[in-house]
């Protein structure tokens, strides 16, 4: 399919009276189409196709329906349908009554498309232009930012599951484009193993049988990947993303030695061994299902999961509408704090960056709070993560707080007057990011307050002192946070846990409805578009923010009895 951009059809005469009959009251897409126009041009998309080819459909249409699908929980063939049955739709797009639509399988072309010509995010920022020339959305405002988890669209496996079922999956992709040659070098024992799915087959109860399985299954997938690293293998067959996978798996899972005892003829064999859970690498480099690679399993506080993460960002000001600015998906491994430059990068792209960036303590650190300050122009606004170490958890005991810094003199008083008797700055220190302090073992052995400052049973204390510009950012943060203006201003925080509510409990941000990041991110940007469309309607229709619910029975409670939150409805 080629494109070729032509002049945007007006609705129609009779398309308009059609629709404004059946919506006396208003509709939100003739609001939008009414206030927004059509948003998208064909040229936004003209990297997605081809200059030469059949014309495809025009573009800035299968932009509106990817959209309007989000918001309303569609799948491809009710989209399709509701384009050919639905006045309101048929509105929106300028189509005549008559029109009889698309095939469902152009929806699905279209998204891939938008993945291969990196054009996903252009349903967000082609809507979020309209709202700029509004006067929605401004650059250099107040903006928040938080984040939920994602469910991957995959069953989760323990690892004896995941390794068979990684291998079956390998077996089936090279199966389609190598018949001939797999069906040559399998085992006829395979088929019987892997013929089925490996949760619908009775795994070993007993640990000594689950182990003798786990190798059997390893010794099999050492086989075939040795097998596709042979000339007779087909190079389309070796080059498969699942065989990747498999590779990576196998990497994580076994361990394969030679045994020197168990050659023949002079050429050792080789001794497959199932790891232990404590053998395993970080959580970051495990795969956990061989049909979404990029899903990760994370434990955060209460909850565990497989999946992403997601991260939204929106305006927060009084007068215009709360419009979501950015979405940032990564694998739910990947840490908030990880995230803020990227996402402050991308507001500063997209020509919307904020003056203040409202966030949570997951997503500042010191070198965050002047990194975010000196390279972005952009002030960092909320708490502080606390000081780790032990003497934070005994009451009494002395923290990095209470000691007496002199940057000058590159000096540092303990809480009893004893001046430190080391100062090694960070191009000096194996952490390049820290100041390393020490006291005296003299001066700390005999002193009495010893039990509740450090546990070294041949040193003195110890400091690690971040750089001078790191601390006193984060001293500011700290008086800013505490004081009434700062406590008045991060209240506007709050709001965004509302979006994420909002997302999750009408849009379905919680769960993805495919497999691997990319495309999982294009279904966040969608959604963020079918929120803003949302929000942009209640705002033309002058349609007052909502207040959190509370329930008739915890309306009766006392001021100041219940956590908050605990009143929602």
């Known amino acids: 399919m080629s494109l070729r951009p032509h002049a945007l059809e007006s609705v129609s005469e009779e398309t308009a009276r059609v629709a404004r009959a059946a919506f006396p009251k208003g509709n939100p897409y003739l609001t939008l189409r009414d206030a927004l126009g059509t948003i998208f041009q064909d040229d936004d998309f003209a990297v997605c196709f081809p200059l030469c080819g059949q014309p495809g459909l025009p573009p800035w249409r299968l932009a509106l329906v990817t959209i309007m699908q989000f918001r309303e929980h569609l799948s491809d063939r009710q989209a399709a349908e509701?384009?050919?049955?639905?006045?309101?739709w048929k509105y929106l797009l300028s189509l005549e009554l008559t029109d009889p639509g698309f095939d469902f399988s152009v929806l699905s072309e279209f998204r891939d498309r938008l993945l291969a010509g990196s054009a996903a995010e252009r349903l967000l920022d082609k809507l979020l232009e309209r709202c700029r020339v509004m006067g929605w959305v401004k650059a250099r405002g107040q903006q928040r930012t938080d984040s939920t988890h994602v469910l991957a669209a995959i069953r989760v496996?323990?690892?004896?599951?995941?390794?068979a079922e990684t291998l079956r999956a390998a077996l089936n992709a090279v199966a389609t484009v190598a018949p001939d040659w797999l069906q040559a070098m399998t085992p006829l024992a395979w088929y019987d193993r892997y013929g089925r799915r490996i949760e619908d087959t009775r795994l070993p109860k007993d640990t000594a049988e689950r182990e003798a399985y786990a190798q059997m299954v390893g010794e099999d997938g050492f086989h075939f990947l040795d097998a596709l690293e042979t000339p007779e293998a087909p190079k389309e067959a070796r080059?498969?993303?699942?065989?990747?996978?498999?590779?990576?798996?196998?990497?994580?899972?076994?361990?394969r030695t030679a045994d020197e005892t168990a050659g023949v003829g002079?050429?050792?064999?080789?001794?497959?061994?199932?790891?232990?859970?404590?053998?395993?690498?970080?959580?970051?480099?495990?795969i956990e299902s061989p049909y979404d690679a990029d899903a990760r399993y994370r434990h955060k506080r209460d909850t565990q999961w497989t999946g992403y993460m997601v991260h939204v960002s929106e305006t927060c000001e009084p007068t215009a509408p709360h419009l979501l600015t950015h979405v940032h998906t990564t694998p739910a491994t990947v840490h908030e704090a990880q995230c803020t430059t990227p996402i402050q990068q991308a507001l500063i792209d997209k020509e919307v960056p904020p003056r203040e960036h409202l966030v949570d303590a997951a997503y500042i650190s010191a070198e965050l709070l002047v990194q975010s300050r000196d390279e972005q122009g952009i002030i960092l606004r909320g708490p502080t993560r606390p000081t780790q170490g032990w003497q934070t958890q005994?009451?009494?005991?002395?923290?990095?707080?209470?000691?007496?810094?002199?940057?000058?003199q590159q000096a540092v008083w303990c809480p009893q007057g004893k001046q430190s008797a080391t100062w090694v700055n960070p191009s000096e220190a194996k952490d390049r990011n820290l100041i390393i302090v020490r006291f005296r073992k003299e001066d700390c052995a005999?002193?009495?307050?010893?039990?509740?400052?450090?546990?070294?049973?041949?040193?003195?204390?110890?400091?690690?002192?971040?750089?001078?510009?790191?601390?006193?950012?984060?001293?500011?943060?700290?008086?800013w946070f505490a004081s009434a203006e700062g406590k008045q201003c991060y209240k506007r925080r709050a709001g965004v846990e509302g979006t994420?509510?909002?997302?999750?409990?009408?849009?379905?941000?919680?769960?993805?409805?495919y497999r691997g990041l990319e495309k999982t991110h294009l279904q966040h940007v969608a959604t963020a578009a079918a929120i803003n469309i949302d929000r942009i309607v209640a705002w033309l229709d002058e349609r007052p923010r909502a207040q959190t619910r509370t329930s008739r029975f915890a309306a009766l409670a006392p001021a100041g009895m219940l956590k908050p939150g605990a009143a929602a409805a």
């Open 82 to 88: 509701a384009v050919r049955a639905r006045i309101d």
């Open 157 to 163: 496996l323990n690892r004896l599951e995941l390794v």
């Open 239 to 255: 080059e498969l993303p699942v065989v990747a996978t498999l590779r990576r798996t196998w990497q994580r899972h076994y361990d």
């Open 266 to 286: 002079g050429d050792p064999a080789r001794r497959v061994r199932f790891k232990t859970n404590r053998e395993l690498p970080p959580a970051a480099e495990g």
């Open 394 to 408: 005994v009451e009494g005991a002395y923290t990095i707080e209470q000691f007496t810094v002199d940057w000058e």
């Open 446 to 479: 005999p002193c009495a307050a010893r039990a509740v400052c450090t546990r070294a049973a041949h040193t003195g204390r110890v400091l690690n002192l971040p750089p001078r510009a790191h601390e006193e950012a984060r001293q500011a943060a700290r008086v």
């Open 500 to 513: 994420l509510s909002q997302g999750v409990r009408a849009f379905g941000l919680r769960r993805t409805r």
